[in-house]
């Protein structure tokens, strides 16, 4: 069951243009996201997450969209920099379980 | 610093043989940690939930016999990778929640299967 889905397995953008990472999930009931990065041989780190009483957050350049009707939500990085090559994982908050579900991440890669 | 480590950062071994690895919350107990595999196609899978006191519970498709996870304290989990075949090749990574949403990764674990 693919709770959050993150249909673009990879993308690549000019440095100093905007990155769009994009994520969806399947149960309007969710009501916080977070999203991740993760280098190479790393574990993930946290990057900006997301309340469902809001509908965008930012964090420097790091801001998240959340569309809830759409039950969509965005991770924008402008400008983006090469230091933003990474994975990014979106993911829901946790249930009583705490476990962790996340979507299955989008390669960014940022050009000089 | 990082709240949360992973030894041996990388493990290289003969098919057959078992490796283990270990998980430990550095500055704060965790009765639950949750343990990865990163597959070569990025995607972050959850194997088990390790919980102290209490057997691991495992998600569907992965070998409990296969992957023995013990949580001998409230700071320390491991995960044994039994009669590693070259196919368990991956970068396992733990985490552990520390209150509300916060969950800290650690730094992962690479191991090779030859």
């Known amino acids: 069951d693919q709770q959050v889905k993150q249909n673009s397995p990879s993308l690549s953008v000019q440095e100093g243009r905007i990155s769009i990472l994009n994520c969806d999930y399947t149960?309007?009931?969710?009501?916080?996201f977070l999203w991740y990065k993760k280098y190479p041989a790393e574990g993930p780190t946290f990057l900006i997450s997301?309340?469902?009483?809001?509908d965008k957050n930012e964090d420097g350049r790091f801001t998240v969209f959340l569309n809830k009707s759409a039950k969509h939500l965005s991770l924008h990085i402008v400008p983006s920099q090469p230091g933003d090559s990474a994975v990014y994982f979106c993911?829901?908050?946790?249930?009583?379980?705490?476990?962790?579900?996340f979507g299955s991440g989008t390669r960014l890669l940022v050009r000089p | 610093g990082a709240v949360v480590s992973q030894h041996p950062s990388r493990v290289i071994c003969k098919s057959g043989t078992s490796v283990k690895i270990e998980c430990r919350s550095l500055?704060?107990?965790?009765?639950?940690m949750f343990w990865y595999r990163q597959f070569p196609k990025q995607s972050l899978m959850l194997m088990a939930t390790?919980?102290?006191?209490?057997?691991?519970?495992?998600e569907q498709g992965v070998e409990k016999d296969k992957f023995l996870i013990n949580h001998a304290s409230l700071t320390l989990s491991t995960l044994t990778v039994t009669s590693a075949h070259p196919e368990d090749s991956s970068f396992y990574i733990c985490s552990a929640p520390r209150g509300g949403e916060t969950q800290y990764f650690g730094p992962g674990t690479r191991l090779l299967v030859l």
């Open positions: 390790s919980n102290e006191g209490s057997k691991a519970t495992y």
């Open positions: 149960n309007s009931m969710f009501d916080y």
């Open positions: 997301i309340s469902s009483i809001k």
């Open positions: 993911r829901r908050g946790m249930d009583s379980s705490y476990k962790l579900i």
């Open positions: 500055d704060f107990q965790a009765t639950t």
